[in-house]
């Protein structure tokens, strides 16, 4: 069976809306961010990211990872990938031309778009986006972000979705990594397409699932 090792409020979530839309079983074993705990050394801390028995699964000290049957694999988007590859269906690639696609959508938000998101979401979470060092940070990830979502917005002006025209990995990966920025109404108001292909992924079962699980869990 697939082991998940990663709590939802993380960069897990991508990978348990995976597993949902690919209706595939698996056990999710919580593990916390080490950054979140006073001391994750503490004799009593949470099971986290640094615990040593974590670090023997992922010596990176990182979530998310899966065990599939012994084969221990990290990185979200990889992740999402290879579940792809490996139960095919609708959401994966049908030719060797939607890999090459999904895998450069998939690509482009980790590179493109996460950098600068991750910052507007930590302000958030911080409750920090009032505050002149939080607004400043917003404002600057924001102008970093203005470009990529120009760039989704016209690929979107003709399309429902990234590849194929039906949803697949691609819009799932991407999807998740824009939720970071999603707040921010100087990047969603000058794209409509944008928010109509969120909106879109988020009407999925799958993520409905996924969220609700979220929200009782963390």
Sequence with gaps: ???IYGIY??????NYW?????GIEFKAVPVVQA?????????????NSLSPEFLRVNPNGQIPIVDDD???LWESIAINLYLARKHRGSISAQSVQEEGLI???????????EPHAIKIVYVHDAGQQDTPSGKETLALASSMLKRP?????????????????????????VAEILRYAITEEVLTGPNPNVVAWYERCHERSA???????RAQLG
């Design 103 to 113: 895998e450069m959508w998939s690509f482009w938000a980790v590179n493109e778009v």
């Design 149 to 173: 979502f120009q760039i989704l917005n016209l690929h979107l002006s003709d399309q429902n979705y990234l590849v194929g025209n039906r949803f697949t990995v691609a819009d799932l990966n």
């Design 70 to 72: 012994g084969l221990v």
């Design 35 to 47: 950054r979140l705990l006073d001391d994750p050394h503490a004799s009593d801390a949470k099971f």
């Design 207 to 213: 993520f409905k699932d996924m969220w609700s699980a």
């Design 9 to 14: 409020k993380s960069r897990a979530s991508r």
């Design 18 to 22: 995976m597993v949902r839309e690919l």
């Design 1 to 3: 069976m697939l082991i």
